[in-house]
C-alpha cells in the first residue's frame, strides 16, 4: 500500500531586510513498503520502470503482426514475481488435457507432446519469457532481454528447457524454431504429481534456497529448474 506523507522541518529562520525572515519547506515524501523516497527519488524509479515496460512492448508489438495471421485454440496468461530485484514473466496459452473440438480426453507426454521434438511449452504463439535482469541456470547465464521457451521431453523422462533469442513466431509449423538462436539448454528436474493437471500450468517463483524457480505443471507430471539473479 502506498501513501504520502507531508513531512514539516523545522522553521529556518534567514535574516532579510534587517528582520527575521520565517521560511518553512516542505518536502513530500513517498512511503512504499517501509521504504522512504524524496519526490525526486521516486520520479527516478518511476521512469525506470516506464523505460522497462517501453523496452517490453516494443518487442512484443514486433510480434504482434505474425500473432495476427493465427486463430489461437486456448486461453493465455502471463504470469511472474519479482526475484532478487528482477521482475521475471512468463505468457504462454494454457491448452487443456481435452481437445479443443472433440472433448476427447488425450494422452499427454509421448503423444500430444511427443518425446524428442522441440515443443512451444503451451498453445498458439511460442511462450515468451522476459527478464529484467540476467538469469543464471547452473553455470549458464542468460542475459536481461525477451526470449522464447520450448521445451524438449525425452521418452526416459528426462527434459530440457530451451532458451531461444528469436521472438514473435508462432509455436508451431515449418521453421518457427531454430536451434541457432539457442541461449541455453537447461536439464530439468522432474517430479510425479498426486493429482493430474487438467490445464497447463505455468508457474515463476521464489525459491525455497534463495533464487528462483520455473515450473510446467501437465498431466501428472511436473518438470522445474532453479535459477539465481546475477548480481
Known sequence: MRRFQTVNPPVTHVPRHGRCGHFRLEVQYLVTYGQVYTSNQYLLKSM????????VSALLASALPLMAQQKRTSPHET???????????????????????????????????????????????????ITQKALV??????????YTLWTLPAEDGSAKLIINKQIGQWGAG????????????????????????????????????????????????????????QK
Do not use: C, H
Open 48 to 55: 525506470n520502470k516506464i523505460k522497462s515496460l517501453l523496452l
Open 174 to 229: 515449418p521453421g518457427i524454431y531454430d536451434e541457432k538462436n539457442d541461449v541455453a539448454r537447461i536439464d530439468l528436474k522432474k517430479d510425479a504429481l498426486e493429482k493430474s493437471v487438467d490445464q497447463f500450468t505455468m508457474s515463476v517463483g521464489k525459491g525455497s534456497d534463495g533464487g528462483g524457480v520455473i515450473k510446467l505443471s501437465w498431466e501428472n507430471i511436473q518438470y522445474s529448474t532453479a535459477f539465481t539473479v
Open 79 to 129: 504470469v511472474g514475481s519479482v526475484i532478487d530485484g528482477s521482475r521475471v514473466t512468463i505468457t504462454y496459452g494454457r491448452p487443456y488435457t481435452k481437445a479443443p473440438k472433440s472433448g476427447e480426453v488425450r494422452k499427454i507426454w509421448g503423444e500430444l507432446v511427443p518425446f524428442g521434438k522441440v515443443w512451444r511449452t503451451g498453445a498458439d504463439e511460442a511462450t515468451t519469457l
Open 137 to 146: 541456470f547452473g553455470e549458464t547465464t542468460v542475459p536481461a532481454g525477451a
